[in-house]
């Protein structure tokens, strides 16, 4: 009987385990299955064209994430690098606790409320909405994660090596250069992409931000288009051809951030 | 050899300005982004001035979302914020809990490592694409199911009403599965938290798993576990585009589970580029505060619950 | 009379065989000990015992462990566990359950209903058989964290015994307490073995040599000798057992 009990247990949590393994199989059918057939060369090299004219593409939507993730790549591992160092070089001081608990609080700060404060802050000073603008959103949302998550890194030096380091008469400057960032190298590359992949699905804080564009556009001071924006603009379009972009640029979008979130899984749960 | 010169040139050269700059650099970095979180509210604040002023608490009073007229009632969206978040939650929980036992008891090895990628690929999925997916392949479909929980339920109140294929009922689903992913890797990592001795002490008392289960594991994690509840709560309530393609937006109190209505997120999400008088831009920038607020207070909570037992146990 | 036989035992720990081949004979009414430098397989060795091994992700046994001649591997896994009770290093009852509720911990899991009698019979009964009722029958409803460690293992051991097993494994059950509190044990370990077998894990030679009846001597996952605990210690057949009670190594 009490065996039986645990069985029946046992046999509950893998169902339940199962049935959700099934939607995820179920969703990532369904975007392959709808994506698939738009993923062309028209896909990577037009931009987007009227409806009725049966062809157009994502190229102004990538070319603007790209963009726009990079510039918000730039600032938030310049910035967050530098946080992760401060919290590294000075642990458990007043200042570096406040650091902590303001990064856990922006990370809780709902995306779309970063978004209108850039909004206020960049786009009404500019006068016009910009890709620079949604990079900043986009910015605020990634530091906090990638703060936290170096000062971890920079937190697995082995002290051996550190203390071996001082020992030569090393500076403190010297230490941080030729021992602790040379040892954080390639886990800080990881954790930078992990918030790229992070960033690179938010929709919520480019909506008043980089706002989008019909048309390819280059210079990050002028209204972009970025992949998320494109989807969400296409999904709840009325027309089926917007709908087929839709899924294409969903199933390339997810590629891209499950892959990459996927390959550096041992370095996920830093900065959580 | 020549690489290696110039790079201890370039230190030198960092070194000569000597270390109380680069600790200066430090510094100004870490005040810049302390001060971010406080330059997102003081931005909230200044703008929703406005609104406070000329409206007041009305906005708490009035049951009415009526821009044109200048009729400004959150009630409405705040309530539907909550009641979104805490039934995902709940929903969501009683999907999660079990993954998190089956990964971390039931399973092992390859299998085990299996589902974690299952539950990881959940998380990274952006929910604008979740949001596309809903949008086809989930609200066709939802009529059906509410007409049967109509059918089956209907003599509640809240579970009678019209199908409507957006609205809370798709937006929760959706959220739901958003959220399981998160409680999952957070119960897991509570139940690491059980002392593993503890553990042998049960299972050498010849106890099945399940009874380790709900004798130990349950009660140890049980106020872990109001954690979660409050961090995945602050997760739904802050959710923007699932639930801006889903909830059907229409500013209105809903009369059932199956009818359409907005969320906090959403109205700022879909009025706020079309905000046509100085009044209803401060008034979304004061639902954007009252969001701030909400989230803040239910992350505080969450986060007070787990440095009290991190200090427990370890 | 055997009571438990090892026949050709090897554990692993994925690839990483911890122990290699053990032929042993558990004897009744007899306390076992087994001795041996850390790191030698002894605590894989009784965790074998009562299939506590399997509980680690990718540990694996070979080989037949009978229990009154019925194969342990093939008998209910939680039957095992309740013929076999546990000891561990470190005291650990159960902190969110009363004193009264750790000594019935075997029940109340496996959701057994008990009357108000049986339980403070069984409880009283237990608690007595490990000399610790006089200390706790005023605190029965308490938690456990406010007694000694001492105590606190003494009421471990009486929560396995409420489960009525048959053999007692200790592992290392008194390297995390005081002199005092070890003298007390090793009381209650000599005074139990009439009605109980006990296979006990040390690495204090002493210890066991003034408590054993038989002693095992372990090296490198091997168990290289086995007899009775005088002949071990006074005139060990290898040498490797001569140097290591010796002193020579370990």
Known sequence: MRVLTDRLFQAFTMVVALSVSIILA?????????GIGSINLNFFVETARPVGSNSGGFKQAIVGSLIIDSIAMIIIISLSVLGGLFLHVYPETLLSKILKESMSLLQGTPTIVCGICVYYMVVRSMGHFSGFAGSIALALVGIPYMVLASEQIFKMTPSLLVEAAYSLGLSKTRV????????????????????????AGETAPLLFTAFGNSFLELNPGRPMAAMPLQIFIYAISPYDEWHRLAWAGALVLIIFVTVLSIILGRYRRLGE | MF???????????????????FDLLLKVVAVFLILLPVLIFIILFINSLPAI?????????????????????????????????????????????????????????????????????????PSVVLGLWAIFYVAPHIGAIETVIKALFGF?????????????????????????PIQTVLIKELITLVPRNLLEAGFSLGTTKY?????????????????????????GMEETMATAMLIGNRPLFPDSIFSPTATLTSIIANEFSEAFSKTYLSVLFELGLILFALVFVTNVCAKLILRMLYRRFR | MIKMKLQDVHAFFGKNEVLKSINLDVYDKAVTSIIGPSGCGKTTLLRCLNRMHELDRNASIKGRILLDNADIFKMD??????????????????????????VLAGFLMSGKRLSKNQKEEICEKNLRRVALWEESKDRLRDLPTNLSGGQQQRLCIARALANDPEIILMDEPTSALDPISTSKIEELIIGLKNEIVIVIVTHNMQQ?????DFTSFMYLGNLIEYGVTEQIFKVPKEKLTEDYITGRFG
């Open chain 1, 26 to 34: 179920f969703i990532l059918f369904q975007l392959i299955k709808d």
């Open chain 3, 208 to 212: 066991a040599a003034r408590i054993s």
């Open chain 2, 211 to 235: 009874e380790i289960v709900t004798n130990l594991i349950l009660p140890f994690i049980g106020q872990g576990i109001v954690a979660v509840v409050f961090l995945s709560l602050a997760r």
């Open chain 1, 176 to 199: 941080i250069f030729y021992v602790i960032l040379r040892f954080a190298k390639f886990p800080l590359l990881a954790i930078s992409l992990l918030t790229l992949a992070r960033i």
């Open chain 2, 3 to 21: 690489k290696k010169a110039q790079n201890i040139l370039s230190f030198r050269s960092i070194d000569l300005a000597n270390f109380s700059l």
């Open chain 3, 77 to 102: 896994l939680y039957k095992v566990r309740r013929k076999v009770g546990m000891v561990f290093q470190r005291p650990n009852p159960f902190p969110f359950m009363s004193i009264q509720d750790n």
């Open chain 2, 53 to 125: 002023s000329k409206l007041g608490f009305s906005v708490f009073t009035t049951n009415n979302w009526d821009p044109v007229s200048d009729k400004f009632g959150v009630i409405a969206p705040l309530f539907v914020t909550i009641i979104v978040g805490v039934v995902s939650t709940v929903l969501g929980l009683m999907i999660s809990t079990p993954i998190a036992l089956f990964l971390s008891f039931y399973s092992r090895g390859k299998i085990s490592s299996f589902f974690s990628t299952v539950i990881d690929a959940l998380a990274s999925i």
């Open chain 2, 156 to 180: 509640i109140p809240f579970l009678n009403g019209n199908p409507s294929p957006f609205g809370l009922l798709t937006t929760i689903l959706i959220l739901t599965l958003m959220l399981v």
